[in-house]
């Protein structure tokens, strides 16, 4: 073969290859995507070892390389993701419900709460979260988890958030009136929960709340059991408080990645994953739950069960008005709540149909 001809084979088999790799997903030509992970407790916590071996599983699926840093302020974590410091966010709803609010849905007020005989119910409760999990994974359901350059790949329960208080006389909601009440700024429904039953709204955020109420400058923040160890929470509750038994909400992390950067097919593989992973998860709760000393908890009146529920259940109606729940999530989860609990009184109403 002459020099010109092995020059002309070379020079075809480099644009073959060059067009092939124009083909390829951009993922697939990076080394390396950065997942920024937040967690209290950082490198040292459940969020971010889960995350490890979400990246390691991730890997040999689908051959994509993740990086995982860990943040201990969840506003800068979710906001490096959205300015492009990274290419994947995990994080609460309440912070990536800005990116897909279907999914968010499921951490809306009372949402996933089934209360039976005035006693909540927390293993249907955590059945509402299960199946809306279990169907969000489904490859039917992936439209509703993508737009506007994001995609949600997965969700994992966070907890219940419940409200620890200083003061066991705070064991309803009504008795929180002229109460100091720690609420995020990002989550506009937990200070009109303050305005409802007459308490002072302190606006606090993930880095704050659990000092304000350590040091005693509010009286009652909302969190689920898994922070009560690691922010030291005990410390606000003291000799006098406790943790109210009744979930304002269960709280979800989400993943949410964009999708250009990753293969085709990669968020439903994802979100397949982190479902099957479900029951460790519940499991972790329920530990954490366990970890409050038993006299710590707080049973409130049956009464006021049902009275919390119809303040929490008036108060997502309302923020799905405004604008700040997504209607679609909200219908889907209620679906869920009435076929575990038929006989509930707003299973024959017309409101979040």
Same mark, same amino acid.
């Given at each position: 073969?002459?020099?010109?001809?092995?020059?002309?084979?070379?020079?075809?088999?480099?644009?073959?290859?060059?067009?092939a790799?124009?083909?390829?997903?951009?993922?697939?030509?990076?080394?390396?995507?950065?997942?920024?992970?937040?967690?209290?407790?950082?490198?040292?916590?459940?969020?971010y070892?889960?995350?490890?071996?979400?990246?390691l599983?991730?890997?040999?699926?689908?051959?994509?390389?993740?990086?995982?840093?860990?943040?201990?302020?969840?506003?800068?974590?979710? #906001?490096d993701?959205?300015?492009?410091?990274?290419?994947?966010?995990?994080?609460?709803?309440?912070?990536?419900?800005?990116?897909?609010?279907v999914?968010?849905?499921?951490?809306?007020?009372?949402?996933?709460?089934?209360?039976?005989?005035?006693?909540?119910?927390?293993?249907?409760?955590f059945?509402?979260?299960?199946?809306?999990?279990?169907?969000?994974?489904?490859?039917?359901?992936?439209?509703?988890?993508?737009?506007?350059?994001?995609?949600?790949?997965?969700?994992?329960?966070?907890?219940?958030?419940?409200?620890?208080?200083?003061?066991?006389a705070i064991?309803?909601? #009504?008795a929180?009136s002229?109460?100091?009440?720690?609420?995020?700024?990002?989550?506009?429904?937990?200070? #009109?929960?303050?305005?409802?039953?007459?308490?002072?709204?302190?606006?606090?955020?993930?880095?704050? $709340?659990?000092?304000?109420?350590? +040091?005693?400058?509010?009286?009652?923040?909302?969190?689920?059991?898994?922070?009560?160890?690691?922010?030291?929470?005990?410390?606000?509750?003291?000799?006098?408080?406790?943790?109210?038994?009744?979930?304002?909400?269960?709280?979800?992390?989400?993943?949410?990645?964009k999708?250009?950067? $990753?293969?085709?097919g990669?968020?439903?593989?994802?979100?397949?994953?982190?479902?099957?992973?479900?029951?460790?998860?519940?499991?972790?709760?329920?530990?954490?739950?366990?970890?409050?000393?038993?006299?710590?908890?707080?049973?409130?009146?049956?009464?006021?069960v049902?009275?919390?529920?119809?303040?929490l259940?008036?108060?997502?109606?309302?923020?799905?008005?405004?604008?700040?729940?997504?209607k679609?999530?909200?219908?889907?989860?209620?679906?869920?709540r009435?076929?575990?609990?038929?006989?509930?009184? #707003?299973?024959?109403e017309?409101?979040? +149909?």
């Amino acid at each position: 073969m002459t020099m010109s001809k092995k020059y002309r084979v070379a020079l075809g088999a480099a644009a073959s290859l060059l067009a092939a790799s124009a083909l390829l997903p951009q993922a697939a030509q990076a080394k390396t995507l950065r997942l920024c992970v937040y967690d209290p407790s950082g490198a040292a916590g459940e969020a971010y070892r889960a995350a490890t071996d979400y990246r390691l599983e991730m890997a040999s699926q689908t051959g994509v390389e993740i990086e995982a840093k860990p943040y201990t302020n969840e506003k800068v974590a979710v #906001e490096d993701f959205r300015v492009d410091q990274c290419d994947a966010v995990m994080a609460s709803a309440l912070r990536t419900r800005q990116f897909n609010g279907v999914s968010a849905a499921l951490d809306s007020m009372g949402a996933a709460t089934i209360v039976r005989n005035g006693k909540v119910d927390m293993d249907a409760s955590f059945e509402v979260v299960r199946k809306f999990v279990e169907g969000m994974a489904k490859p039917q359901a992936a439209e509703l988890l993508s737009g506007g350059g994001y995609e949600i790949a997965g969700i994992l329960p966070l907890g219940a958030a419940y409200a620890f208080v200083n003061d066991k006389a705070i064991n309803t909601l #009504e008795a929180a009136s002229r109460k100091r009440v720690a609420t995020f700024d990002h989550d506009k429904a937990q200070a #009109e929960l303050a305005r409802a039953v007459g308490a002072t709204a302190v606006a606090a955020d993930s880095m704050n $709340f659990a000092n304000m109420f350590n +040091n005693g400058n509010v009286d009652v923040v909302i969190a689920p059991t898994i922070l009560y160890k690691p922010l030291e929470l005990f410390r606000g509750i003291g000799n006098k408080g406790g943790v109210s038994r009744f979930p304002l909400a269960i709280l979800t992390y989400q993943l949410v990645i964009k999708p250009d950067r $990753f293969p085709k097919g990669y968020g439903q593989k994802s979100r397949e994953y982190m479902a099957q992973n479900f029951e460790l998860a519940i499991a972790s709760l329920r530990l954490a739950d366990r970890g409050v000393p038993a006299n710590n908890w707080i049973d409130p009146p049956a009464d006021a069960v049902v009275r919390n529920q119809t303040m929490l259940k008036q108060i997502r109606l309302q923020m799905a008005e405004t604008g700040v729940y997504d209607k679609r999530g909200l219908k889907l989860v209620k679906k869920i709540r009435c076929g575990l609990a038929p006989e509930a009184a #707003e299973c024959s109403e017309a409101t979040e +149909n």
